[in-house]
């Protein structure tokens, strides 16, 4: 540890008690350090704080991937202002995030990070950074991993309601390629996925009910009565 790192180091927090001690101490001090510089909130020691997160996303190693991504979180939760300054600079590492090759917790802690700092900013000047997390998310939902399809769902219903007028067609189109796991899903093993799945079918609706109203139907859409049937439901299912 260099000695700027040193220098913003805080006490201790409580951490999972099944990581090694090693690792656990490693731990502790990354997010002390992060919470301890984001309540005193200097300029010099966020600049520092970004610079260390910057540095260990793109890690080889797995484990300070993730913490860099919670560190992320952390900062969106204490202090959304400056995170809307960083905003790029965050959105980019977050992406590269959910495309982490080998990591679920990973991708997992990007997932969440995300919707909070969506959440935070109200889905507002995304650029193309809208168009590469809708893909990734979409990919998700269909994962082994309970917790990444849970987040996933999640982070997918947020984007319905940001996708606005910029993005409605591309939306539309991912939507419609998701439909089959919006259904699948409803009924998911673990119970908290599928009320996700829930929340965000009804997040989704406007976008398959407008293909459905315009009294136009493609083969697929004649193949999936079962969707038609969601759709008139009432909204509270």
């Not at 000047?125 to 809208?130: A, I, T």
């Not at 996933?152 to 796991?181: E, I």
Request: aromatic content about 8%; glycine content about 6%.
């Amino acid at each position: 540890m260099d000695q700027t790192q040193r220098g913003i180091l805080g006490q201790p927090g409580p951490v999972p008690t099944t990581q090694p001690k090693k690792k656990r101490t490693s731990v502790m001090s990354f997010f002390s350090k992060v919470s301890w510089s984001l309540r005193f909130q200097k300029r010099e020691s966020l600049k520092n704080v970004f610079s260390i997160l910057a540095e260990r996303a793109q890690d080889p190693n797995a484990k300070k991937r993730h913490m860099a991504m919670r560190g992320l979180g952390t900062m969106a939760c204490e202090t959304p202002d400056k995170v809307r300054k960083y905003k790029k600079i965050v959105l980019d590492l977050l992406v590269h995030g959910l495309y982490d090759p080998v990591s679920a917790e990973v991708i997992h802690e990007s997932l969440k990070t995300l919707t909070i700092i969506l959440g935070k900013i109200q889905g507002k000047s995304l650029g193309s950074f809208f168009v590469d997390i809708t893909l990734q998310t979409r990919t998700l939902l269909d994962d082994e991993n309970d917790n990444l399809r849970y987040s996933a769902f999640v982070l997918f219903g947020q984007l319905a309601a940001f996708a606005g007028r910029k993005w409605k067609t591309f939306f539309t189109s991912q939507v419609k390629q998701t439909q089959d796991s919006l259904l699948i899903h409803l009924q998911d093993r673990n119970p908290q996925v599928a009320k996700a799945c829930k929340t965000t079918f009804r997040a989704c609706s406007p976008y398959l009910k407008e293909r459905k109203e315009t009294g136009f139907q493609t083969e697929e859409d004649q193949r999936n009565p079962k969707l038609c049937r969601q759709l008139v439901k009432p909204a509270a299912m």
